[in-house]
């Protein structure tokens, strides 16, 4: 089957919509589209119909660029109020001679009897690590052989009426949401590798209005919190501290501000304009202190949110978001969390900057999980895939044309 994969994922600065086919296992972005997010506050929706109108927009800019109808959707969202539990789970082989994706699906399913809190909803459902009959351990328990399958299943529940506004206003759009997941999990899915997946570590997504931080357990996010500090504030800061309009202070955190006083030059100033209409000369290095202590109070407090989450040590850290990009972060982070840290890099075509990571790992999160249960699936049917196909390489021009962006 011909293998095409939307993922959707509404931040808290702007909503991305990226379509990907997949090419010899590797994800390859055919189109995307970036809208200002309208209608939400820290995660949680509170106008349905600005964010209607956002993903619509996001939508249509996607349809135009790949000349077919996108119907189907896989949604990260935030991990709000999450409820965790455990499910040993034993179920019968259907064939003791094989174990199949069959198997994998039934013993998720029978995990879910009883352990579902009332008033939540399932988002993800992980086994741990399977067992079979001569209590060995694998990690894939396929074409194995084995009358029973054992494994011990992490459940992330949220509270229904909050999954339920997300659902409503992605179908208002005109999408048809078939998978969601967490964001962070969605974050590992991007920069996890085999040595991540054996062990235990954090990730602390930077966003626009506060920090999200997911406890990763052999691949798996078993807890998650909260710090109510993001990009925004950095953007406030400076716009207090040096007199100036947000929007310039935006700006200038992102081309001139670095994240450390380490690496700025006190005599490099460039000449602005203040609130009053007046020029203001700013330095790199005063800006860069000004950011560097905001940027000290996040990663201390995200420091401290994986202490309350975990008693157990962990073995990484990995940072992402769009803050993640500024130019000394590794240092601070470094010197802050110590050198098990991490700050990621995006390195797919056409989404090279760290802002894209929950939208690249929510598809592979899903290609991923279809993989293990024996799953195929396109989110698009097989005649528009022959279009896509046949201008493919008209697509491949738009892809070098978005890099240029």
């Not at 997949?22 to 189109?31: D, H, P, Q, S, Y």
């Not at 084995?146 to 759009?173: C, H, M, N, W």
């Not at 691949?219 to 800061?237: C, E, F, K």
Request: charged share 30%; hydrophobic share 35%; proline share 1%.
């Amino acid at each position: 089957m011909n293998k095409v994969y939307t993922g959707l994922d509404i931040g808290e600065n702007t909503v991305k919509l990226g379509v990907f086919k997949e090419v010899n296992g590797e994800l390859r972005l055919l189109a995307k589209s970036e809208v200002k997010t309208r209608g939400v506050s820290k995660g949680k929706i509170i106008d349905q119909n600005k964010l209607v109108r956002s993903i619509t927009i996001a939508l249509n800019n996607v349809k135009d660029k790949l000349g077919i109808d996108i119907k189907k959707v896989v949604l990260s969202i935030k991990p709000k109020d999450v409820s965790y539990s455990v499910a040993n789970t034993t179920v019968n082989v259907v064939d003791p001679n094989m174990i199949s994706g069959t198997d994998i699906t039934n013993l998720v399913k029978a995990s879910l009897k009883g352990n579902i809190k009332e008033g939540y909803e399932l988002i993800t459902a992980s086994p741990v690590g399977y067992r079979l009959d001569n209590n060995k351990i694998v990690d894939n328990p396929k074409g194995k052989r084995s009358k029973k399958l054992f494994s011990k299943v992490i459940l992330a529940s949220v509270p229904r009426d909050y999954l339920i506004k997300y659902l409503k206003v992605v179908t208002e759009a005109g999408l048809e949401v078939i998978d969601v997941t967490f964001s962070v999990s969605a974050d590992y899915s991007a920069c996890g590798n085999k040595v991540m997946s054996k062990e235990l570590g954090a990730v602390i997504d930077i966003g626009e209005e506060s920090t999200t931080i997911g406890i990763i357990n052999k691949g798996i996010m078993i807890n998650s919190g909260t710090v109510n500090i993001g990009s925004r504030h950095v953007d406030s800061d400076i716009s207090y501290m040096l007199k100036i309009g947000l929007k310039d202070a935006r700006a200038l955190k992102e081309t001139y501000a670095l994240a450390s006083i380490r690496y700025a030059d006190k005599y490099d100033s460039i000449t602005l304009k203040d609130e009053n209409g007046e020029d203001v000369k700013i330095n790199q290095y005063k800006i860069t202190e000004i950011v560097e202590k905001r940027l000290t109070e996040i990663l201390n407090s995200s420091k401290k949110e994986i202490k309350n989450l975990t008693n157990r040590k962990i073995s990484y850290i990995i940072i992402l978001g769009g803050l993640s990009e500024m130019t000394g972060l590794n240092y601070l982070s470094s010197h802050l969390l110590g050198e098990r840290v991490t700050v990621w890099s995006s390195t797919t075509i056409g989404l090279r900057h760290n802002k894209y990571g929950t939208l690249i790992g929510t598809v592979k999160y899903f290609k991923d999980k279809l993989n293990i249960r024996s799953r195929s699936l396109s989110m698009i049917d097989e005649e528009d895939y022959e279009r896509l196909e046949n201008t493919d390489e008209e697509n491949m021009k738009k892809v070098a044309e978005m890099l240029n962006d």
